[in-house]
């Protein structure tokens, strides 16, 4: 399952957050910036344990995700920075991504990211809309997220993603339209636009369950999807994922890694990771993270003493996730490439296929089987269908 020469993706997890977004439910807190360098020295162990374990697999990418990481002092990028160069091979042209809130950039701090080696941002402005901003608890205004973006580009970065949130309770069509071409206005390298989901266990879901919000009505947010598809093909970003459109060569390397079921070391609270044919995820509280990889705790041969659960991806697995993983692609699945590397599996989809592509969520053209328009804004039931028995429950982090 696992090719031990194969390149291998670094993913960083900074779980520090100056406020806690009330849609937000990946792995993050607030008031924990005092924990920073107790992380910062449990990652530095951690990926020790990983080098030892993939030692010579050259590394294409490396993500600092969040999390805020652009909370991290320039000097803390640079020293984990260092240590990911000593520990592996990383490539001359390696993409290193660093994720930003507006409000936490500044010159100073940018420029020493640049020297670290981060060379693409990806930064997290969600809307241009004040009464929108309030209501994802976001604490930049539109103002503050143009000039961080003016504060990118000064400081030399030539691969920026802006990541905007469609879909809210009560936005108009027209309100998005005014964020994007805002946005568009910027000139950025690549666009993430996603829709809101109304995550379990969040502060908005319990808003929702109280009645004090309404979730937006499908028919608009499928409108608004549509119209985001045409609107940034037309500015010249090309839509590579359901969710990410970019200018030609800006693709993310490091994501598009993970829809093509590469391997990745994921290190910090909460990070999963995908290494030797295991999927493992890593503990999620910080204190305990800090704790568990006190020097001198013995890691195992296949995860470090933070892993609190593995898994070994069998060929079922790995078919279903290469399966998913690819169809979100708008290139889609090579269909022969497929079968030749699981010649098992392909037999358990013909149906589910046939009736995906009969009402038109899917289509076959030269070999290559991909999402329809229709079938990007449901995919996820889609995927549903295409998953079941299996169930997949790790995926990575992304803020
Ligand atoms: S959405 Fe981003 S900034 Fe807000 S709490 Fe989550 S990780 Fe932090």
Request: aromatic share 10%; proline share 6%; hydrophobic share 40%.
């Amino acid at each position: 399952m696992s090719d031990r020469g194969a390149p291998l993706s670094v993913y960083v997890h900074v779980p520090f957050c100056t406020v806690k977004c009330a849609y937000c439910d990946f792995n993050s807190y607030a008031n924990l910036e005092d924990e920073i360098p107790a992380w910062e020295t449990a990652l530095v162990e951690e990926l020790r344990l990983w080098a030892a374990a993939s030692a010579g697999r050259p590394v294409p990418t490396v993500f600092f995700g969040g999390g805020t990481p652009s909370l991290l002092e320039g000097e803390a990028v640079q020293r984990l920075m260092d240590q990911v160069r000593t520990r592996w091979p990383l490539d001359a042209d390696a993409e290193v991504t660093l994720e930003a809130n507006p409000e936490s950039v500044s010159a100073e701090r940018l420029l020493k990211y640049r020297a670290a080696g981060v060379n693409r941002i990806s930064m997290g402005v969600q809307s241009l809309q004040p009464e929108e901003l309030i209501f994802l608890d976001r604490i930049h205004s539109a103002e503050r997220a143009q000039e961080a973006f003016r504060l990118l580009r000064d400081a030399g970065f030539e691969n920026v993603s802006v990541d905007l949130i469609f879909g809210l309770p009560q936005q108009s069509l027209g309100s998005w339209q005014d964020t994007v071409e805002r946005v568009l206005g910027w000139g950025p390298d690549h666009v993430s636009a996603y829709a809101l989901i109304v995550e379990e266990g969040t502060p908005l879901a319990s808003r929702v369950a109280r009645g004090e919000v309404r979730p937006a009505d499908a028919d608009v947010v499928a409108s608004m999807s549509e119209w985001t598809e045409l609107r940034l093909e037309r500015a010249g970003y090309r839509q590579y994922e359901i969710s990410n459109y970019a200018r030609e060569g800006h693709e993310c390397r490091h994501n598009l890694a993970y829809w093509r079921h590469a391997e990745y070391v994921g290190v910090g609270p909460g990070a999963h990771g995908f290494v030797n044919g295991v999927r493992y995820a890593v503990e999620r509280s910080p204190m305990r993270y800090a704790q568990l990889l006190a020097p001198g705790r013995p890691g195992s041969k296949i995860a470090t003493p933070a892993a609190v659960s593995q898994e070994t991806v069998d060929a079922d697995t790995a078919a279903v996730d290469t399966f998913v993983m690819g169809l979100r692609l708008n290139a889609g699945i090579d269909v022969d490439a497929f079968v030749r590397e699981f010649p098992v599996q392909w037999s358990r989809w013909e149906a589910v296929v046939e009736w995906a592509t009969g009402v038109e969520l899917t289509e076959r053209s030269g070999g290559w089987l991909r999402l329809t328009p229709k079938g990007r804004r449901l995919a996820d039931e889609l995927f549903v269908r295409i998953m079941e028995p299996a169930l997949i429950e790790d995926r990575p982090e992304r803020a």
